[in-house]
């Protein structure tokens, strides 16, 4: 079993920059993809940014698109996303996945991934 725990949430002000963490336990993750999805307030869980199995590119939400950089430790089992240029809208509770199944079709579907960490929040002030 896959154990992801996010950390580094926190409270920053519009325009401002945090950097998140997902550390993953139970085995190695060499070979899965890895994502952080987000989930506001009475909104659906959507995409932010992820990797694929290979690890050989990046995708990312159109949303965060130029703000925002996802990477992964060399171990493979660290995610990492860097949050800049932060706004309100940004606010959310943000999680970190991981799937040994996923195809690049399907990188930003939730219910493409095994592996959900309790998830960090993310508050922008206005």
């Known amino acids: 079993q896959v154990q992801l725990v996010e950390s580094g949430g926190g409270l920053v002000q519009d325009g401002g920059s945090l950097r998140i963490s997902c550390t993953a336990s139970?085995?190695?993750?060499?070979?899965?993809?890895m994502a952080w999805f987000r989930q506001a307030p009475g909104k659906e869980r959507e995409f932010v940014a992820g990797?694929?199995?290979?690890?050989?590119?990046?995708y990312y939400g159109d949303s965060v698109k130029g703000r925002f950089t996802i990477s992964r430790g060399n171990d493979k089992n660290t995610l990492y996303l860097q949050m800049n240029a932060l706004k309100p809208e940004d606010t959310a509770v943000y999680y970190c996945?991981?799937?040994?199944?996923?195809?690049?079709?399907?990188?930003?579907?939730?219910?493409?991934?095994?592996?959900w960490g309790q998830g960090t929040q993310v508050t922008v002030s206005a």
């Open positions: 996945t991981a799937g040994a199944r996923v195809i690049t079709s399907s990188l930003r579907s939730r219910t493409a991934y095994d592996f």
């Open positions: 139970g085995r190695s993750l060499s070979g899965y993809a």
């Open positions: 990797f694929s199995r290979t690890g050989g590119y990046q």
